[in-house]
T-cell receptor, first 113, second 114 residues
Framework: AQTVTQSQPEMSVQEAETVTLSCTYD???????LFWYKQPPSRQMILVIR??????QNATENRFSVNFQKAAKSFSLKISDSQLGDTAMYFC??????????FGTGTRLLVSP | ETGVTQTPRHLVMGMTNKKSLKCEQH?????MYWYKQSAKKPLELMFV???????ENNSVPSRFSPECPNSSHLFLHLHTLQPEDSALYLC?????????????FGDGTRLSIL
């Protein structure tokens, strides 16, 4: 079975600072994909960044980057230069097959001025 | 424009009512999903449709009945729901060409059962 664990229910950061959200996962598959989704109060789940397990290079998207440690099954998200609009729930998700995403319980991030 | 549109945005219904949730995607995807999102719980996958065929029913009670008339539309018919069914119901779609393709979500329907 695949599982995704996010051990930080809530985090706070001040504007312009850097914050890292943790995610660990478990799967017996060798080929899989990892995603971070953001869900602001508007409710829409928005893709932030994705990582293919066979790629050693960490994915980056502007201010968002990941630290992918395959052996440790860790996939953390780093947000640099945090902005007020980054306030949201952040979900880590694992896709091992053709169809299914397994989500973590989420981390609520509050960015304050 | 999200590409995935869900209606209604909010729905309040009694336990004996019958209602339907609608999802429409304008992205040309061929897989569609229903999820249930409850407070402090991971998103729960309910149903998966691939090219209009149901390929996954994640042990969902029969009071939830999905319908997928074509690859662009997905419905969730609700009947005799329970208070614990109150939640945010999210629809998603995806292109199944490659496994790294992400799911695209709608804004969800907030369902409250009285």
């Amino acid at each position: 079975a695949q599982t995704v664990t996010q051990s930080q229910p809530e985090m706070s950061v001040q504007e312009a600072e850097t914050v890292t959200l943790s995610c660990t996962y478990d799967t017996s598959e060798n080929n899989y994909y990892l995603f971070w989704y953001k869900q602001p109060p508007s409710r829409q789940m928005i893709l932030v960044i994705r990582q293919e397990a066979y790629k050693q290079q960490n994915a980056t998207e502007n201010r968002f980057s990941v630290n992918f440690q395959k052996a440790a099954k860790s996939f953390s998200l780093k947000i640099s230069d945090s902005q007020l609009g980054d306030t949201a729930m952040y979900f880590c998700a694992l896709n091992t097959g053709f169809q299914k995403l397994v989500f973590g319980t989420g981390t609520r991030l509050l960015v304050s001025p | 424009e999200t590409g995935v549109t869900q209606t209604p945005r909010h729905l309040v219904m009694g336990m004996t009512n019958k209602k339907s949730l609608k999802c429409e995607q304008h992205l040309g995807h061929n897989a569609m999903y229903w999820y249930k999102q409850s407070a402090k719980k991971p998103l729960e996958l309910m149903f998966v449709y691939n090219f209009k065929e149901q390929t996954e029913n994640n042990s969902v009670p029969s009071r939830f009945s999905p319908e997928c008339p074509n690859s662009s539309h997905l419905f969730l018919h609700l009947h005799t729901l329970q208070p614990e069914d109150s939640a945010l119901y999210l629809c998603a779609s995806r292109s199944t060409g490659y496994s790294n393709q992400p799911q695209h979500f709608g804004d969800g329907t907030r369902l409250s059962i009285l």
